[in-house]
């Protein structure tokens, strides 16, 4: 599967991505993906793709005079689609334990 988000993801300017990853993403009992980003919850779809989606990786071409080629590492049949804003999650009642 694939994610599909609506919109544009930003960090905060001193943050960077760096391999870190984007969140968690969860599925309920009924089969509704649900991605939680730090403290907002998306709620999404899944999706079959219309056509089939390969993603390759590029491999050679590290030297002068060599040519590259691509490997297939996998096909993709269906995304994860996620069209709403986020919401934020609240801790509102949860008494805290000092």
């Known amino acids: 599967m694939i994610l599909e988000l ?8 001193h943050i960077t ?4 990853p984007l969140g968690d993403l969860h ?10 980003i730090g403290h907002h919850i998306l709620h999404g ?7 089939p989606v390969a993603v ?7 030297r002068e005079g060599s ?12 995304k994860v689609i996620f069209k ?7 801790n509102a009642g949860v008494p805290r334990l000092v």
């Open 27 to 36: 599925f309920n009992k009924q089969g509704v993906p649900v991605l939680l």
């Open 6 to 13: 609506q919109g544009e993801l930003k960090c905060l300017p």
């Open 84 to 90: 709403n804003r986020p919401k934020p999650i609240v």
């Open 56 to 62: 390759m990786r590029k491999v050679g071409a590290d």
């Open 17 to 20: 991505m760096g391999g870190r």
């Open 67 to 78: 040519e590259a080629h691509y490997l297939i590492s996998a096909v993709v049949h269906k």
């Open 45 to 51: 779809a899944v999706q079959d793709l219309p056509k």
